[in-house]
């Protein structure tokens, strides 16, 4: 259009479009991948002067395990190799929108951050990412605004944390208690597993500033030697904020036979959300109850405006003043 602005399946952008929506895209598997470097910049809308002008800042950006293979054809490059190449022209285009679609979970660690550090940069500069993933952690890290789509509608719009919150929550129910059939030939068999409130009530939305209990009911048909069992706490971002073992504070005698109820106290120090509880029982040697999702709990409460904390511990701070302002003395006593 003569203004500048573009219409695309209903949505409006102004300015140079560039993407990266599948690895590999546009490249020709008998090119080597010096050539695909210039392929796919022409793909992107890039000048050939324009991609030989940066060839040396995209061979450096890819890494030296993709450098000392651009004489080679990519029908030779495992997948790693293609994102790196890929990425690495895509993130030297002049685009003032870049589009990436769920494409850096092929990569390892270290060029994830890579990435996800360049598209920082881009951000910084003014221009916009839109960045597709089911990977929460780095929509957290790149995007301050996130729009939750379902079967084609907008289920959530909105601040990132607010909407990944949403979306992690959907279709989670808070669950206080569960109960476990029998197993009459198992050594160990868990009962039942239970969380309460402060007053000791069976419940699974709880006050974030308040301590709650975590409950196991187990019977040991047959000695286990060192028998021993944890409970862990997850948000659900997958990430293990509480795992503690019974051996970390009992004897070392553990696993005589007898019905027990093993019950830890967890202190106000998880931050306002939502968390799975699951439990392992077993020894040293074995395994022999492991259960990972058998309660939900929700604490609700004030998240002060840091929601993606994991731990809200409260600590005190010591604050001393040094010196006056710079050119200011004291007045003297």
Not at 18 to 41: A, D, I, M, Y
Not at 151 to 156: D, E, M, Q, T, W
Not at 261 to 266: C, D
Request: glycine share 10%.
């Amino acid at each position: 259009m003569a203004d500048g602005v573009r219409r695309v399946a209903g949505l409006r952008t102004r300015g140079r479009v560039g993407s990266l929506l599948e690895v590999g895209t546009g490249f020709h598997p008998e090119l080597t991948g010096r050539e695909n470097v210039f392929l796919n910049g022409a793909i992107l809308g890039m000048r050939r002067s324009e991609v030989a002008r940066r060839f040396d800042e995209i061979a450096e950006f890819a890494g030296p395990q993709v450098r000392r293979f651009l004489q080679t054809p990519v029908k030779r490059y495992s997948s790693g190799m293609y994102l790196r190449l890929a990425f690495a022209v895509a993130a030297h285009l002049d685009a003032d929108i870049m589009a990436v679609d769920e494409v850096l979970a092929v990569g390892d660690a270290e060029f994830q951050r890579k990435c996800l550090g360049k598209m920082t940069s881009f951000e910084r500069e003014g221009r916009t990412i839109v960045f597709v993933s089911h990977d929460l952690s780095a929509v957290a890290k790149l995007c301050p605004t996130a729009v939750w789509l379902d079967g084609g509608r907008v289920r959530a719009y909105g601040p990132s944390p607010e909407v990944m919150n949403a979306y992690s929550a959907a279709g989670i129910t808070p669950t206080a208690e569960r109960t476990f059939p029998d197993s009459p030939e198992e050594p160990v068999a868990a009962r039942s597993a239970a969380v309460r409130d402060a007053g000791g009530n069976h419940k699974a939305s709880l006050d974030r500033d308040q301590p709650f209990t975590l409950e196991l009911r187990f019977v040991v048909r047959e000695r286990v030697a060192d028998l021993d069992f944890a409970v862990f706490v997850e948000n659900l971002r997958g990430v293990r904020v509480l795992d503690e073992a019974w051996s970390e504070n009992a004897g070392s005698e553990r696993g005589t036979p007898g019905e027990y109820v093993a019950r830890i106290t967890v202190p106000p120090v998880l931050s306002v959300g939502d968390y799975l509880v699951g439990f392992w029982v077993g020894s040293a040697y074995d395994t022999l109850i492991y259960e990972e999702d058998v309660l939900r709990l929700r604490l609700a409460g004030d998240a002060k405006g840091r929601p993606n904390r994991i731990a809200q511990l409260g600590l005190a701070w010591t604050v001393e003043r040094t010196s006056g302002p710079a050119g200011l003395s004291s007045p003297s006593g």
